[in-house]
């Protein structure tokens, strides 16, 4: 059966490595099942080295994010929703809202009134990213909001575009949020814990550190920066090579034949494919890849290996949906052997169980 293997040592290597960096407090990013990991080991293993902020998207989330952490750690949901039942979810489950509109502050209000309590939220700014939060010229907006007394803000963040490559574009995102900050306070409110960098901007941005970080991806080591981080790669999937045959020369593999072997080959059938996330991630930044391709030329195409016995093997072809040829000529691999594929635990179905060594 295959499984998704992290050590947890080096995931603990990461999470040192990413507290040491920050010397702000850092606010655990768990959201898609903890990048992966395990919402739930992911959530521990922070809170066992101090963490005690998280943050989520999804809020069905919620109840086993709390459930682990415990009342005392605070989960901001990273969603601004204007919707009355979720909203009324977050305040009910004690999380920090973020407020990104004025429909989300009047659902946020409502839903705290209702509760009879005063909702914690975060102002959400969008300086770039063109997802949830109020645009810098919607000041008028944001100091309404900030005047509703069902509404009691903390914090206000946006999140960058682009920082794994462009620090240019990260510091004007960086400027146009504190210029919202600064608008703020000269209004008579607190802008409160003010946060952007995520793990990218965390190493390539060091000034956008702020009064917290929000780090998902530097845990699992897979994250791009500009220079090298101590960061290690952790996880790998875990599946067996369920037969061996040769071909011959000559011979067409795959759908459309589209792939012809040149020499008699040896391939080893691996029982994992592209419903595993096998083949799908790419990690490279976009100007990488072009100087690749540049270099190379359609050869840039990224060639898949998979470990066997200690040694990278190329795939032939594309990966299909459960299962992977691999060239293993020359080898002596067998039925039953363990195979390791590198590739990123957000792709990896849930349906893979995950196991900690
Ligand atoms: C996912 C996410 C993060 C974490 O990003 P990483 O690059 O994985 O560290 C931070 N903030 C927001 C709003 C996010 O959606």
Avoid at 84 to 112: K, P
Avoid at 285 to 300: D, E, F, H, T, W
Wanted: glycine fraction near 10%; proline fraction near 4%; aromatic fraction near 6%.
């Amino acid at each position: 059966m295959n499984r998704y293997v992290i050590d947890r040592a080096l995931l603990e290597g990461n999470i040192a490595c990413v507290l040491q960096a920050a010397s702000v407090p850092v606010m655990g990013v768990v959201k898609a099942n903890g990048y992966g990991f395990g919402l739930r080991e992911m959530a521990l293993a922070l809170k066992a080295q101090g963490v005690n902020s998280f943050a989520i998207t999804e809020l069905e989330d919620i109840a086993p994010l709390r459930d682990a952490v415990g009342e005392g750690a605070d989960i901001l949901v990273m969603r601004s929703t204007a919707l009355a039942d979720e909203a009324r979810h977050v305040v009910e489950s004690g999380c920090i809202a973020s407020v990104g509109s004025v429909a989300a502050a009047d659902a946020l209000a409502a839903a705290a009134r209702a509760a009879g309590v005063r909702a914690r939220c975060h102002l959400k700014v969008d300086t770039g990213f063109g997802r949830y939060g109020f645009l810098p010229a919607q000041m008028d907006d944001v100091l309404a909001c900030y005047a509703r007394e069902d509404l009691a803000f903390e914090g206000m963040y946006t999140h960058f575009a682009a920082a794994y490559h462009d620090v240019a574009a990260t510091r004007a995102q960086l400027s146009a949020l504190e210029q919202v900050a600064e608008q703020v306070e000269r209004a008579g409110f607190a802008a409160g814990v003010r946060h952007a960098a995520n793990s990218p901007a965390l190493f390539n941005v060091p000034e956008a550190k702020l009064d917290m970080v929000r780090i998902g991806s530097a845990f699992t080591g897979r994250v791009i920066t500009l220079a090298p981080t101590p960061l290690e790669r952790v996880g790998y999937l875990e599946a067996q090579v369920i037969d061996v045959k040769t071909l011959p020369a000559g011979s067409g593999v795959g759908y459309g034949g589209a792939t012809r072997v040149k020499r008699e080959t040896q391939v080893a059938f691996v029982s994992a494919g592209t419903q595993e996330g096998f083949g799908l991630a790419v990690e490279k930044p976009p100007s990488l890849r072009g100087a690749l391709s540049a270099a190379k030329g359609a050869a840039a195409h990224r060639r898949l290996e998979v470990e066997i016995g200690g040694r990278a093997w190329p795939v032939l072809g594309e990966a299909d949906l459960s299962l992977t040829l691999v060239d293993v000529t020359g080898g002596d691999v067998r039925a039953g052997d363990w195979a390791r594929m590198d590739l990123n635990p957000m792709m990896v179905s849930p349906k893979v169980p995950r196991v900690y060594v």
